[in-house]
């Protein structure tokens, strides 16, 4: 049967808005990450052209707090990101479902091209499979997985990186020549570095999928040698820019929480528990924890059955599809594309560009079944079921109006502490502050939007413990400086699902920071009790964040 090509795009658009119709009952949203780049945006319209450049390198970094080991950022250049901010805040103004609706849009992009990939590799084997081709992209479309696409704009690298990784797939199986797929692969090392693997997944495309019949490793190199030499020119050329942008911090030397190193203990079971947890997510569709503290946790998540059961599926469905050149090719693409991944923090969107591999395999796999019945009942059952989940996912997101966002309980807060946020005023120190870990990244970022101009730094020293577990921090002006203390339990608590390294320090200890340098005063197992803060400035403000008494919420005290 035939599929005419405007029949399968209604087709993929219907899925992937009947998965993603819970963003358009008010739960598109702005967080954090996005804060970053709108105030960017911000700062270029009020006259600072340099603040998108500087965007475009993505850093992540936890100087300002001292327990994080000294060093620790990793920066990224990822200009796409910033010219698609750019680009939707032209459009939409700062309105979160216009951003959302984008992504909406790049999402069935990747389908459509998904798709256009499948109908070539299959031919290759079976010649047109349209309906198996259709099914495939459909279950891309709607994959639970793939949720954090639709409303985390901040995400949308993995997006942007796929629309180009799979452009990139369609120049290629249609022979285009080494300009064109240049071009196309320096566009998808400028959406996400990792990206690079696009020239071993086309090597082993033409090794299990080729064309014609396969004349050897040496008749792949040398007939579209001008193809690889042109991939090679726009890599080197990638990575001069990359330097170029990312300086010192680009050498990739640097500590980074969010790697699990084969240095650090538990690697290979921390490593392990993320596979699981991937592997439970994919088959039953479940949202998958950003931060696993180890196999315990996973265990604790989704119980032994629920691992047991998605792992045999999944080997099944791999034994099935292995069988066949493109389940052979999907299957080992998928696993190229996920494995240099395990080693960070588990996230949704990591699994977007591995699952095209994925889908190819299932499409094989719908081939191969000799029931048409069979292989109509095992489609609408993963396409259905992998869409009820997306949309169970996004339904947890926060309904707005009503719930406050991240950035405007971070306004909330400082606009009722007393706090001079003007520009020029002198730095603010904060003690106990009561907002989660990646609030506090962009808290400056989120102060800036919201109220139109620049404000003063903004030191946060210590989080609020939350449940139980240590007391109240009590805290002073000392000299020049400030002492703070935590009567029964060390300054700051780790969360270990965050998987940040506290710093072990020794009493008497004298850490130098950016705006003040910290004096170990008294430790516990290595983590300090008490410590004396001396900014650089002896002209600052201090304040402390403490829990109501009356009702759910947090008040501000300066120290005076």
């Given amino acids: 049967m035939r599929v005419r090509w405007y029949l399968a795009l ?57 327990w994080i080991p000294d060093g620790t950022y990793i920066r990224f250049f990822r200009p796409f990101v910033i010219a698609s901010y750019v680009v939707d805040e032209a459009v939409w103004g700062m309105n979160a479902a216009g951003f959302t609706l984008t992504n909406v849009a790049l999402h069935l992009a990747c389908t459509w091209l998904v798709y256009v990939v499948m109908l070539s590799l299959l031919e290759r084997w079976r010649g047109p499979q349209p309906l198996a081709a259709l099914a495939g992209a459909l279950l891309f479309a709607v994959q639970a997985a793939h949720a954090e696409q639709l409303w ?15 452009g990139g797939l369609v120049a290629w199986t249609r022979r285009r020549g080494p300009l064109v797929l240049g071009a196309l ?5 400028l959406a996400k570095e990792y990206t690079v693997l696009f020239v071993p997944v086309v090597v082993l495309l033409e090794r299990w999928l080729p064309a014609g019949a396969w004349r050897g490793w040496r008749a792949l190199f040398v007939e579209r040698r001008a193809t690889w030499a042109a991939l090679g020119v726009a890599l080197v050329v990638f ?27 538990h690697f290979v079971a921390r490593t392990g528990a993320i596979a699981l947890e991937y592997a439970t997510s994919l088959v039953l569709g479940r949202p998958i924890a950003t931060f696993i503290a180890g196999l315990d946790e996973v265990v604790a998540r989704h119980g032994w059955w629920r691992l047991a059961g998605s792992g045999a599926a999944l080997l099944a469905f791999a034994a099935y599809a292995v069988r066949t050149p493109p389940g052979r090719f999907g299957l080992a693409s998928f696993a190229l594309l996920l494995v240099p991944l395990l080693p960070l923090y588990s996230t949704g969107r990591y699994l977007y560009l591995p699952t095209i591999g994925l889908v190819l395999a299932f499409a094989a796999v719908l081939v ?57 005023a002198p730095p603010i120190f904060v003690a106990e502050f009561p907002m989660p870990w990646l609030a506090q990244q962009f808290v400056r970022d989120s102060l800036e939007l919201r109220l139109g101009h620049a404000v003063p730094p903004i030191q946060l020293l210590s989080t609020a413990p939350r449940g139980p577990g240590p007391g109240l921090l009590d805290i002073e002006r000392r000299g020049t400086g400030f002492a703070f203390a935590r009567p029964n339990g060390p300054l700051y608590l780790a969360d270990p699902r965050s998987d940040f390294e506290q710093r072990r320090v020794t009493e008497g200890e004298v850490i130098y920071e950016r705006g003040y340098e910290f ?12 410590a004396e803060v001396r900014p650089a400035t002896s002209d600052f403000q201090l304040g402390v964040f403490r829990p109501t008494t009356t009702s759910p919420g947090w008040r501000a005290e300066a120290v005076r």
């Fill in 519 to 530: 004096e170990v005063l008294r430790e516990l197992d290595g983590l300090a009790t008490a």
């Fill in 185 to 189: 692969f320096f566009v998808m090392l």
């Fill in 239 to 265: 990575l001069a820019l990359r330097a170029i942008a990312l300086g010192e911090a680009g050498a990739g030397v640097k500590p980074y929480p969010y790697f699990f190193l084969p240095e650090r203990e």
């Fill in 10 to 66: 209604a087709a993929l658009a219907l899925g992937i808005v009947a998965a993603a119709w819970p963003l358009a009952a008010a739960r598109a949203h702005f967080v954090p990450d996005d804060d970053r780049y709108l105030n960017a945006i911000r700062v270029a319209e009020a006259g600072d052209a340099t603040a998108l450049i500087e965007a475009t390198v993505v850093e992540n970094r936890w100087d300002q707090h001292w």
């Fill in 152 to 166: 985390y704009i901040a995400g949308r690298t993995d997006t942007l990186a796929a629309l180009a990784f799979l």
């Fill in 368 to 424: 191969q079944l000799r029931s048409r019945r069979v292989a109509v009942a095992l489609a609408v059952l993963a396409i259905g079921s992998q869409a009820w989940w997306s949309q169970d996912a996004l339904q947890t997101l926060p309904k707005r109006p009503g719930t406050p966002t991240s950035g405007e309980q971070v306004l909330a807060l400082f606009e009722s502490a007393p706090f001079d946020l003007a520009p020029g």
